[in-house]
């Protein structure tokens, strides 16, 4: 599986036989929870809209799988979410299949989907691929295969030559994975390591975690296995950066434990 990155989502389209379009942590409603903290911004839902549309047009995928947190108010519905969410969804199914994979912020979205919509939150095997969000243990069912992950909102600070840091980039983590973080005991074939593949976030105001902070950050069960001597970092149109190692050390950090 070679993944296509696209860069004006971030968004990621896998193909096999199915091709698969990608999108994390779309975050609608969060406008309303802003306000609510004193932070006043209009809804941007109807940009972040034409911005799936344009990688739904651009990969015309057969499905578009949402990986968790569609929607952004816990551990409920906000009044913003009632209001746009069906006409959302219904606009996405308008482009293609729709599919979810629900996370942690998506308390209450299954009364905006149909049955068959509706994922398991602790992931799928499509096509040969792993889907979840990312917040709870995987299934056994997803060892030995690519996992495709979003939760962590995975970014990278570039340093300049003089080693000050530049704006954070929404960037990709492959990492192989130790399979002490399947729970209920899936265990990969030794000639096929379990992979995972951390996705940016759709949200383009999102906060990020640096790539270097994901496993000592124990943000999820997955984060805590990842076997760092085998991560690479990429930027959002798949730009390899380096291996989480040595950003690790350009960051002065040493290495994480």
Known sequence: ?????????????????LRILVVADLHFGAEAEFARRG?????NSTDRMARVRSCVEAADPDI???LGDVKH??????????????EILAAFRRLTDVRVVPGNHDMGLERFLADDELLPKDGV??????YLHGHTAPAGALAGHLLVVGH????????????????????YLLAEIDDSCFGDGGHAPADSPT??????????LAGGLDVTQIRTSRMSPLSRFIREESAEVFLKDGTYIDSLEGLTLQSGAGPAR
Request: with cysteine; net charge negative.
């Open 1 to 17: 599986m070679n993944p296509i990155f696209l860069p004006e989502g971030p968004a990621l389209v896998v193909e096999g036989r």
């Open 39 to 43: 932070v006043h911004i209009p809804s």
């Open 64 to 66: 578009l799988l949402l």
């Open 73 to 86: 108010s816990i551990p409920f519905t906000n009044r913003q979410e009632l209001r746009e969410l069906p």
């Open 125 to 130: 095997v499509i096509d040969g691929t792993g």
């Open 152 to 171: 962590h909102h995975p970014v990278v600070h570039l340093h300049d030559e003089v080693g000050c840091a530049l704006r954070a980039h929404p960037a």
């Open 195 to 204: 992979r995972a593949l951390f996705v940016p976030a759709f949200f383009e």
